[in-house]
């Protein structure tokens, strides 16, 4: 089974509203990760989680806020966003690998997305 | 550094006609290369992974895609477009680290 499920599909909210994307894979990845996806734009990386522990935070504002609460799951809390913030969010997972040369590979698995409308 | 550039942002075939999305990339360590797809409104999905061994890499749906390394090259091939393949379609690298350099994409419009 290769797939991460996100809730909602859909999602408006206001500037004034806290909300929460949810992300959920079972593949056993210890990597997961939250991108934003502008319209004809690639994934903008926003934030990694390895073995639950923040890997990496792209600078991003602190009106999103990432939880990994267990190896399978990702929330992303969101609150006080922005209309430039509507966006497609993406969550991935990805499994860890090794090569002769030492280095890790990671392949990337993504979940449908959350189409977010902030009005 | 890392870069990755896809020429051409839209590219359209004829149904049945061979399919091919340029890829170029820069890295100074082998790189990780990889081709996603992505339906609207929806997520990206892996098509294909050129890690290390075979050159010929292929992957899902009929689409295989070569590594070129004298060419810093991996582009996209599928003898013969199918309407379904319409989407956007991602190039990306990686050093083999969480994160992945992806090109702007290539908007593939396949015509009846």
């Known amino acids: 089974d290769t797939e991460v499920t996100q809730t909602p599909k859909h999602l408006v909210m206001g500037m004034t509203n806290k909300k929460s994307l949810k992300c959920e894979q079972h593949m056993g990845h210890r990597a997961m990760y939250w991108y934003k996806q502008k319209a004809k734009k690639p994934p903008e990386l926003m934030f990694v989680y390895s073995y639950e522990k923040l890997s990496i935070n792209e600078s991003v504002p602190s009106r999103f806020s990432p939880e990994c609460p267990n190896s399978s799951l990702l929330n992303l809390h969101l609150h006080a966003l922005q209309p430039e913030d509507s966006a497609l969010y993406l969550c991935?997972?990805?499994?860890?690998?090794?090569?002769?040369?030492?280095?890790?590979?990671?392949?990337?698995?993504f979940g449908p997305g959350t189409r977010l409308t902030v009005t | 550094a890392q870069s990755v550039t896809q020429l051409g942002s839209h590219v359209s075939v004829s149904e049945g006609a061979l399919v091919l999305l340029r890829c170029n990339y820069s890295?100074?360590?082998?790189?990780?290369l990889f081709w996603y797809v992505q339906y609207p409104n929806q997520g990206l999905q892996l098509l294909l992974k050129y890690t290390t061994g075979a050159t010929l890499v292929k992957g899902i749906n009929g689409f295989e895609a070569e590594f070129k390394k004298s060419e810093t090259s991996f582009h996209l091939t599928k003898p013969s477009a199918h309407m379904s393949d319409a989407a956007e379609y991602f190039c990306?690298?990686?050093?083999?680290?969480?994160?992945?350099?992806f090109g702007t994409g290539t908007r593939l419009k396949v015509l009846a």
């Open positions: 991935a997972s990805s499994p860890r690998g090794t090569t002769s040369g030492g280095y890790m590979i990671y392949e990337q698995y």
């Open positions: 890295s100074s360590v082998p790189p990780y």
């Open positions: 990306a690298v990686t050093p083999g680290t969480y994160k992945y350099i």
